[in-house]
């Protein structure tokens, strides 16, 4: 943990783990008993009036496109082969929801046959039925670019990582340009779009330019690399407040997604293996290679961690990650790390009020009146906190908790407050 | 299913900077230190006792207010010492029991527990303690009477008095140098300039309290004692005189910098700052009492909110 410099006029910088020159393989888990894969879509056997049409038991095979209901355009691609052992529902952060599928793995592997039978011909309808659930995530908004309000223009490859003491995505950029560059083509050819940028690290420019893509430097200190700071420092437009990035017309997609793209159909299989940072209990960040769907158990088993009562297990980085409550969670096409804190070590929030110390207020990267905003937020008064204390320009970096001498979660009131306005707003526009 | 591990689970980000509320207290408790030691040296037991009584009895008022409002108790945050003692700072060494307690209740109380506590109080709680003391027992708070047992080789006049009861000639004999090395009559922990400045150093450097408002309030204050030195150097005294005596050291760091009642804006806190020290000296110069830093900091305290409207544009904002 990064703490409070002796000198605390000096504002803390916490500066983005850059990969080594020559960095090691990742480590690989090898396949796991069991692999849970998360659909996008509520599991409700019930209540829909239709029945799934996967079932317990039902045999998997690697690469199989699975889908909850034939209509469903939600699906994942299976990590193993196997028989199905379990479907149930699992409700996420901000109450999401997900279709859990397990697997038990056998022991051969086959291969399903239906994408490598379309690998000839790259079009969209291909990459839109099969490849979103690859590792790195591609997301829908580049596959269907007229369903954002506005066209998609631009599309910028993260190769940076988002958050602290995470290299995966330098080390693609470092170690897989060649599927990089197949996959900027591809992305060119099935969108459409010329206008793709990568943003890179300084020292990783020259492996960024290998891809084809037009190389922009981001500033190696935290929060740079979070979407809205991009647009603004590299592309030179601010994303006005309560707008999305897509709203102007640009997407943005990691560089593990493009490279999966281009290993697909370079390699004529489904890329299952995803890549990600362990981080350990000491702060140390390992590389680790596993498939996606391996519940955390297996990876902390092959590491000799012993997670223990009251640690905290983290997807994610130390900023913007997500918590989760069980070692059965899985990895997912977007999992760039897993991190884990014994609970010796764990900075827990208060519920002491703010003092308006004024910590928050030069580290915002948004200029946000946090100390004001916090106010409002804690009794609950969103609306007015995003009508005069600009609720909506807020990045979620974190920096805000991070520094905050009463240690107030102000980051969950933030994204609390968003996610009621947005229920609240979607609840007024179905009643009219 | 009843075996599973329960682990932590919350909000990110799951990193804190270490920093908290009872070590911002003590970090500017302990950077009072050397005022408040140099005080008890030239004063004695008396000092102590009131020191000793101001903590013990904000801290006291603070926990009883706690039990009656029901609300968990909050000493431990280290606020209410630091009350304490900087109430203390600023009471002569001859203060009576009954003032103190008093003075710690207007201000825990009164300053900051009925506006909800810690973070609430649109005042800082010591100078509204002590502009009620100041009010109501004008004579316990006037240096010249009680400390007229004291006889040091020094003059023990206060300064500020002399100078607006005899005007610039009675201070003539009064070096600046000396009266920075706490060689003046005064407040407890309130004459010992170099003593407040290394404090206020260290509180800047450890980022506890902000520079832009120690330092825009001496520059209020040095820079409207200068015009009116210029103005009428017969009448009015120099700007060195203006911020060696009285609270100005003490309110600049230790006072005006209070963290619920200034602002955090950066032109903002220039402006109030400047404010403060501006009205000082109009207070001083031409008001009714002999030191301002108390009044001055309560009305720049009253424009606090309205000045830290002055704010950055937020990221992507329309308007």
Known sequence: MIKRSFIGLIKPRMRYQAIELTPPEPRKIPAPKQVTLL???????????????????DPIKTG??????????????????????ALSALIGDFGRSYTAISIDVAENEEIDEQFPALVKDTSLETVKHFLTFIPGNLPDVILSPNGSSTPIETIVICGVDRDLLITANQHTVVKESSSVKRGVEILKQITGIDNIIIASPEHLMQDAGLSGAEVRVVNPVYPASLPKLIMRDLLGRVVPAGKTCEDLGVAFISVQAVASLGKAFNEGRIPVYKHFNLINKDGTSVLVSAIIGTPVRDIFAAFNIDAGEKDRIIFGGPMTGES????????????DAVMIQDQKSLALVSDYPCINCSECIPICPAKIQVNMLVRFLEVGKYQEAADEYDLYSCIECGLCSFVCVSRIPILQYIKLAKYELGRISRAEETNV | MFEQKKFTVSHAPFWHVGSSVSTRSYNIIFAALPAVLFGVFTYGIPAVGVIALSVSSAITWEIAFNKVAKRPPCIGDGNAAMIGLLLAMLLPATAPWWLVITGTFVAVIIGKQIYGGIGANPFNPVLVSLAILTLSWKNFL????????????????????????????????????????????????????????????????????????????????????????????????????????GYTLIGAFFLATEDSSSPVNFIPMLIYGASAGVLTVLIR????FADGVVFAILIANLINPLVDKIRPKALGKVI
């Open chain 1, 324 to 335: 989760i409550y069980s070692e059965d969670h899985p990895i997912q096409p977007d999992t």
């Open chain 2, 142 to 245: 006037d240096f010249n009477e009680v400390l007229v047992n004291y006889d040091f080789s020094y003059p023990m006049a206060y300064p500020l008095a002399s100078l607006k009861h005899f005007g610039v000639f009675a201070i003539s004999n009064l070096k600046p140098a000396a009266l920075l090395m706490g060689q003046q009559s005064g407040g407890i922990g309130a004459i010992f300039g170099l003593g407040l400045i290394l404090g206020g150093i260290y509180l800047i450097i450890r980022g506890y309290i902000r520079w832009e408002i120690s330092i825009s309030f001496l520059a209020g204050v040095w820079i409207t004692a200068l015009l009116f030195n210029m103005a009428d150097p017969a009448h009015y005294a120099g700007p060195v005189f203006h911020l060696v005596t």
């Open chain 1, 39 to 57: 659909l996008n879509e509520p599991y409700d056997p019930f209540g829909q009036g239709k029945s799934p049409q996967l079932k317990k038991g």
């Open chain 2, 285 to 288: 110069n031409i008001g009714a």
């Open chain 1, 64 to 85: 199989q496109k699975l889908a909850l209901y034939e209509d469903s355009d939600a699906y994942v691609v299976s990590s193993a082969t196997g028989t199905i052992s």
